[in-house]
DNA sequence: GTCTATACTTCGATAGAC
DNA sequence: GTCTATCGAAGTATAGAC
């Protein structure tokens, strides 16, 4: 099965310029611009190189992700310890590259199996840790739990970044200046600016 | 430039196979399996035939983006038209075909520059046919349209719908239940089931 | 440990046969 | 009007040279 293929160290240049030039390509140009030629050819090395360091391009892609993810989780960790959590959280969101890098990646895992199970992971345990945050959060500011829990506003303003980024990639605009200002104005009754 | 090549009929048979074909794809395996060779075999024809009936992959990816464009404009404005508007929409939007569709197409739309106008433009119209009907369901229930305009409801609907959809799809679950409980409970203060 | 020569597969597209 | 033979480019991956 498993082929006995040599595989590149891990710490090498190489590698990382390889990692590096397929996060440029993958954020401009989707995920399916990324192919061991292109590649390549972004890092300014031999195709050959990408085979080397990477036993496949599934491989390449969740090394990829992974890279992505830990350092979102951290990044996203100081952010919630801010002394203004929600807005804290809505500005990280709305981030650009952070909502076209997860959406490319969802598109990716719909049709590879192998990478769909490493984001779901991923993208729950990220889920998780902002929980744990806003459940603290909400009971600081005396949000009634019942009626509003914690998890659907964390879910509210991911849908809304993400559609906001996704729908502003194609030329749109309708409607965004509104939504963002509804979302700032609900901020601002338990985080005032 | 413009090829001679000739191309063929738009009533043909095999081209309404290879659409229905190409459809299937993008639905089961994402955009990137909508190859030439894979649209013929799922249809049951030779490759080249692709390319006899579209000049282009682009152009096969054009006529079927608009094929179902135009479907959805139809059966959009019949569900807006119903008793229970917003039910109606928010039960709509969440077809999981659509969302995935939509999301396959704006992935694709981020790295060929020629579907990202079409695309853009008929997203446009489909928010300003809902926004229309919305606005007018909004006057009927009374609802503060300074605090809350018609085009935030439709921005934050399809923006939970959407992500909902997709999580689904990468086996996620948290919040979803109390999101779509949340929604729910919304609608039912003006539209009572 | 690092990289290259090379094989094999699939892709989009065209010209020309029926 | 409908389809096929065929090409050149691009894709993934491996074995072997430095």
Redesign the interface.
């Known amino acids: 099965m498993s082929s006995t293929r040599r595989i590149g160290a891990e710490d090498s240049e190489s590698r990382a310029a390889l990692l590096d030039a397929a996060e440029r390509l993958i954020l401009t140009?989707?995920?399916?611009?990324v192919t061991s030629r292109k590649v390549a050819a972004e890092a300014g090395l031999k195709p050959q190189l990408v085979h080397y360091y990477f036993r496949t391009m599934d491989e390449l892609f969740v090394e990829l992700f992974r890279r992505r993810a830990e350092d979102g989780l951290v990044r996203q960790a100081q952010v919630l310890e801010s002394p203004r959590p929600l807005r804290a959280l809505w500005e990280f969101s709305n981030q650009p590259t952070g909502s076209a890098f997860a959406?490319?990646f969802?598109?990716l895992?719909?049709?590879r199996k192998d990478i769909?199970?490493e984001?779901?992971r991923f993208?729950?345990a990220l889920?998780?840790q902002q929980?744990e945050i806003m459940t603290e959060v909400f009971e600081r500011y005396a949000v009634d739990v019942t009626?509003?829990?914690a998890?659907?506003l964390?879910?509210?303003m991911?849908?809304?970044s993400?559609?906001?980024v996704?729908?502003e990639?194609?030329?749109?605009s309708?409607?965004?200046a509104?939504?963002r200002a509804?979302v700032e104005?609900l901020i601002d009754q338990f985080e005032p600016s």
Do not use: K
Not at 29 to 33: E, I, K, S, T
């Open positions: 140009d989707g995920y399916a611009a959406m490319e969802a598109a895992a719909n049709h769909r199970a984001i779901g993208a729950e889920r998780a929980l009626s509003y829990p998890v659907t964390l879910v509210l991911t849908s809304v993400r559609l906001l996704m729908e990639r194609l030329g749109m309708t409607g965004h509104e939504t509804l104005r």
